[in-house]
């Protein structure tokens, strides 16, 4: 909500406002004023020299009776009105030279300078001091909202231990270049991504996955900033510039969300410049049109007060403050628990999703295969060794399964090694040709096998050594620990439309769907295939998709879908870019608190909306019949902003 004159946000922004929804800057260390600070006092003096100056007004003018005071009373609410008045008042001019004339200040300008000119001073006071207050409790609760993101998500440390010459030296962070070495000791955040070139360490990461369980990380895998090491001194390779880090992409993405604004928050603030105008002008016909009716029994006094009510009143303000409020509220507690919504509007889309696509392998199953069983007609350790020589050679999970169950092996000579796409590979190990792959590879090169081994659904890579079957191995990946338990909580927020996608063998993922209780599913997908899927969902209009995928192979996927939500994609560039919302862990149940987190935000807005439309609505009668006050005016306005941004900033306590 940037101050720009120009736009529909001129609504609702004090010039103290303008930095509520700006990028912070990360790398300072001082950034919000807190309570004891000079700048905190200034921001709240001019509000308490009011009170001060009002309530002494009140006691001499109604407990007091001081006669004196009569003399010097429109002077003394003068003075008490500048502290809280002049502010607003060059809020009307900057807006006026911008040829934007209807606003909430010119309308609390209006009300105002109106109630001082009939002679209701302490009411013009309090008019404008409960606006101020309500301005400054906007201010409080937005930024609440973004420190406890900036809290949970900005851990970047400014300085790195890096190895130049035969020393380590302390340098500023932003000064390391991918390729250098690092050395983070026990209790140090991690300042940069890369890789662990010393031994193991256990790590906690809860400000980027939101886990409270510390993660161990060893030689050889990937270590992401913000990681705060808490075993022993490691080092390690950077990979990526200090601003590429992941958490530097995620803060910005964070930070940026806000600009993305939802279909409801949008709409008000279209309503409010319409609004706005059409109150103003019924103001004006609530003073003139008596006039014409009434005759000699028209009392402008009476009248002027009755439309300066039915202005303070109607301010649209509770509105255009609290619903962007709730929206980012949203985000915020999103954020505690490792979800990232790229903006309001995928919270409002992921509140209404009732359809969810999932992707199979590292979604619903952990991605990581294992060798489960080994059939061989030699030598167990020669088929092992064989098998294992020639895997080594392929970059694909099953191979890497494969080496991994092999152990350390005796070294093999291989040569000549090809790959058959979906067939597998073929070569030379030891002096002996070498197939390994599927069926179809032994029957390309009329290797007979036992018949029975075509009935085997699950994953298999046979053997075959000089034109002869060797044997074959098993190969399974596992269903992740929490995905039926995910699915089952799916179910009971009313999302029956579950549909599981796999490029894995449609025998192979039907076995996976019955054991998760998932009824619609469909393997030897290509990605191609898979957006078909996708769309063959969307030709029902009723149908909001939501699909869950790794955010790396499923992109055209992501894309395609009403919401794109990236599973595991801490340190993922392709699921941070690709993605409308980043679940940075593993966990599957995080989809569900996400939904429950957006069907929490999307209440909160709707409750804010009835509740400001209903109490003004009603009050804006009784003021047009003279029964209302300018006391109950402060109330339908001030009051109603206030118990608007309280329900907003409810969204963060609560549980999901």
Request: glycine share 8%; net charge neutral; with cysteine.
């Amino acid at each position: 909500m940037s101050h720009n004159h120009n736009t529909a946000d001129s609504c609702c922004q004090h010039k103290h406002n303008e930095h509520q929804y700006e990028h912070h800057n990360h790398d300072s260390g001082d950034e919000h004023n807190h309570g004891g600070d000079p700048g905190a006092f200034k921001t709240y003096a001019p509000a308490l020299v009011t009170l001060a100056m009002l309530l002494i007004g009140i006691a001499f003018d109604y407990l007091l009776k001081w006669p004196a005071f009569k003399v010097i009373r429109p002077y003394w609410y003068f003075v008490a009105y500048l502290p809280v008045g002049v502010p607003v008042l060059k809020e009307v001019w900057e807006t006026f030279k911008a040829k934007d004339f209807f606003t909430e200040f010119s309308l609390m300008s209006i009300a105002t300078i109106g109630a001082f000119a009939i002679g209701e001073y302490p009411e013009g006071v309090t008019v404008m001091l409960f606006y101020t207050i309500g301005e400054l409790f906007q201010l409080a609760a937005v930024n609440r909202a973004k420190n406890n993101i900036t809290a949970l998500l900005d851990v970047r440390t400014n300085v790195a231990h890096v190895l130049r010459g035969n020393e380590y030296v302390t340098v500023n962070a932003q000064d390391v270049k991918p390729g250098e070495t690092i050395q983070v000791k026990v209790g140090e955040k991690v300042p940069l991504d890369g890789s662990l070139i010393s031994g193991a360490s256990s790590f906690d990461t809860a400000a980027i996955t939101g886990e409270s369980k510390p993660r161990t990380i060893s030689k050889g895998e990937i270590i992401l900033a913000g990681m705060l090491n808490l075993k022993q001194v490691v080092e390690m390779v950077v990979d990526k510039a200090f601003a590429d880090s992941t958490i530097s992409r995620i803060l910005e993405m964070v930070q940026n969300a806000s600009t993305r604004k939802a279909k409801t928050e949008l709409f008000i603030r279209r309503f409010a410049k319409i609004y706005t105008p059409i109150v103003f002008f019924l103001a004006l016909a609530l003073v003139s049109v008596p006039m014409l009716i009434l005759g000699s029994n028209y009392h402008f006094q009476t009248w002027l007060y009755r439309a300066l009510v039915f202005l303070v009143i109607s301010c649209p303000c509770a509105l255009v403050i609290s619903i962007p409020l709730g929206y980012f509220g949203g985000i915020g507690a999103s954020s505690a628990h490792g979800i990232l919504f790229k903006g309001a509007n995928f919270l409002d889309v992921v509140a209404k999703v009732n359809s969810v696509v999932m992707d199979k392998t590292g979604t619903l199953t952990k991605g990581v295969f294992k060798v489960q069983q080994v059939e061989t007609s030699i030598n167990r350790e020669e088929f092992i060794s064989y098998l294992a020589a020639i895997e080594a050679k392929s970059t694909h999970p099953i191979a890497k399964a494969i080496s991994a169950n092999a152990g350390k092996q005796v070294p093999l000579q291989v040569t000549d090694v090809l790959e058959i796409p979906g067939m597998g590979l073929s070569g030379v190990v030891d002096g002996k040709t070498v197939l390994a792959g599927n069926i179809k590879l032994l029957d390309k090169f009329q290797v007979n096998y036992k018949p029975e081994i075509a009935n085997i659904h699950e994953g298999i890579v046979l053997l075959a050594i000089n034109g002869q079957y060797a044997g074959h191995v098993l190969i399974a990946d596992e269903i992740k620990d929490d995905a039926l338990v995910a699915v089952g909580q799916l179910r009971n927020l009313g999302l029956n439309k579950l549909v599981m996608l796999s490029g894995d063998k449609t025998a192979v993922v039907a076995e996976v769907a019955s054991k998760l209780g998932i009824n619609t599913y469909y393997g030897d997908l290509l990605p191609g295939d898979k957006v078909k899927k996708v769309e063959e969902l969307k030709q029902d209009k009723k149908n909001i998709v939501a699909f869950v995928g790794d955010g790396i192979n499923d992109t055209p996927v992501l894309a395609l879908s009403d919401v794109g939500i990236a599973m595991g994609a801490m340190g993922s560039d392709a699921a941070i870019e690709t993605a409308d919302v980043v679940i940075q862990t593993d966990q599957l149940t995080s989809i569900i608190t996400a939904i429950k987190i957006a069907k929490a935000t999307r209440k909160v807005v709707l409750q804010n909306i009835i509740l400001a439309f209903g109490v003004k609505a009603a009050v804006l009668i009784l003021g047009a019949s003279g029964v209302a006050t300018m006391w109950e005016a402060v109330f339908a306005d001030v009051g109603v902003a206030l118990l608007a941004i309280l329900n907003a900033i409810r969204i963060q306590k609560m549980r999901f």
